[in-house]
């Protein structure tokens, strides 16, 4: 197994409106400076992928795009009220597993639609790890092939940008 990876991060607001009980400090709007890496792992040898699997400009761009300028100072939360400008609507609580999950799944259609065929068929899985605080993270791997892709395409189109 051979992995690369590249660090990410951005800044954020949430809240936590179903997961926590009324009175938790995290039903109240606050921030996080969230701090991640992401993942590719392969089952190849170096030699069959002619030494570079994903070249880290590539990965760069991507994280730059679909995780650090989709969250970077936006206020992610639940609850479709909101209607202020700089809103991201989930369709449950950014809670960091919740987090972690999206950034993967995310990134795992901007591979596909980015890398050659048999490139991105060397992939056998993508992980991000994401620290909310120092001390507390969560992390995802989603392995592939994926047989879930039109339920992931529903959900990513059921979340709002405002
Ligand atoms: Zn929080």
């Known amino acids: 197994m051979l992995t690369i990876a590249r660090k990410f991060s951005f800044n954020a607001a949430h809240r936590l409106s179903e997961t926590v009980p009324e009175g938790h400090p995290c039903s109240r709007v606050h921030g996080h400076t969230y701090k991640g890496e992401f993942s590719i792992t392969t089952t190849q040898e170096p030699h069959e992928f002619r030494g570079m699997l994903v070249d880290f400009s590539v ?17 992610l939360t639940s609850d479709a009220s909101t209607d202020k400008k ?52 969560g992390a ?10 039109d339920a992931l395409t529903e959900e990513l189109s059921s979340i709002k940008t405002l």
């Open 86 to 137: 700089g809103t991201v609507i989930l369709p449950i609580d950014p809670t960091v597993e919740y987090l972690t999950y999206l950034s993967t799944v995310k990134m795992y259609f901007a591979l596909k639609n980015t890398l050659s065929q048999p490139t991105f068929e060397a992939i056998a899985s993508l992980c991000t790890t994401l620290y909310e605080t120092e001390r507390s993270w």
């Open 59 to 75: 990965l760069k761009q991507l994280l730059k795009r679909e995780v650090e300028d989709f969250f970077d100072h936006k206020f």
């Open 140 to 149: 995802y791997s989603l392995m592939l092939p994926v047989n879930t892709e």
